[in-house]
């Protein structure tokens, strides 16, 4: 079952930093934050997850709090192709376990 | 990385009749999942496709009406059965990999029933 809450949209201006937020306040300590994007008409695409300290990659950074009781994804220069919905996910990082969405952050990037 | 192929990308159904969804991974992979998304919605997970075995299916699901089958490590088929305009939906396969690090999907099914 889902256990994050998300806005459920927002819009960002081509160039600058999208700030995604992500709430799951009753995340276990062996929860880890995944972050999933959906373009319209494909499937979901992995960006990135991590458990308590700060993660980046090529794609996005995800910035956990402390008490890890929120998340933020940053896409440092959104581009209109980074128009998708953002799922937020938490989940027990092990073969098996399943991935449950949330409905979500339809993120707009305008020119 | 895994790449996953479904087939067919899309159909349009009469209803009361059956469509078989195909699921190709292009490497073995330890789990593997079928997920709906009705219009306008985020996805749903129906069931789990286990090699060799009985899939597991979420609440609300049921084998009589989505059977699945998984005879190997790269494939697996979702059947919607006796379908009804209500089952009008994208279906998703979903793969991982040994570790369960992160999860890999097709482009999804786009079905239509009329």
């Known amino acids: 079952d889902a256990k994050t809450t998300q806005p459920p949209s927002m819009d960002c201006a081509e160039g600058r930093a999208a700030n995604l937020p992500c709430n799951h306040s009753?995340?276990?300590?062996?929860?880890?934050v995944y972050w999933y994007r959906q373009i319209h008409s494909q499937g979901p695409q992995y960006i990135i997850h991590?458990?308590?300290n700060n993660e980046t990659n090529e794609m996005a950074s995800l910035i956990i709090t402390e008490d890890r009781k929120s998340s933020t994804l940053i896409l440092p220069h959104a581009t209109l192709r980074d128009t998708a919905v953002y799922y937020c996910?938490?989940?027990?990082?092990?073969?098996?376990?399943?991935?449950?969405f949330g409905t979500g952050t339809s993120l707009t990037v305008i020119p | 990385s895994a790449v996953i192929s479904q087939k067919p990308s899309r159909d349009i159904c009469q209803r009361g009749t059956s469509l078989t969804i195909q699921c190709q991974v292009d490497s073995q992979v330890t789990m593997m999942f079928w997920y709906r998304q009705q219009p306008g919605q985020s996805l749903t997970l129906i069931a789990t496709?286990?090699?060799?075995?009985?899939?597991?299916?979420e609440s609300g699901f049921v084998i009589d009406k989505f059977p699945i089958s998984r005879p190997n490590l790269t494939f697996s088929t979702l059947t919607v059965s006796n379908m009804s305009p209500e089952d009008s939906s994208i279906y998703l396969c979903s793969a991982q990999g040994d570790g369960g690090t992160e999860a890999f999907f097709g482009q999804g099914t786009r079905l239509t029933v009329v």
């Open positions: 991590g458990l308590k």
């Open positions: 996910i938490v989940r027990v990082l092990d073969t098996g376990n399943q991935f449950y």
């Open positions: 496709a286990n090699q060799g075995s009985e899939a597991t299916y």
């Open positions: 009753t995340i276990s300590g062996n929860e880890y």
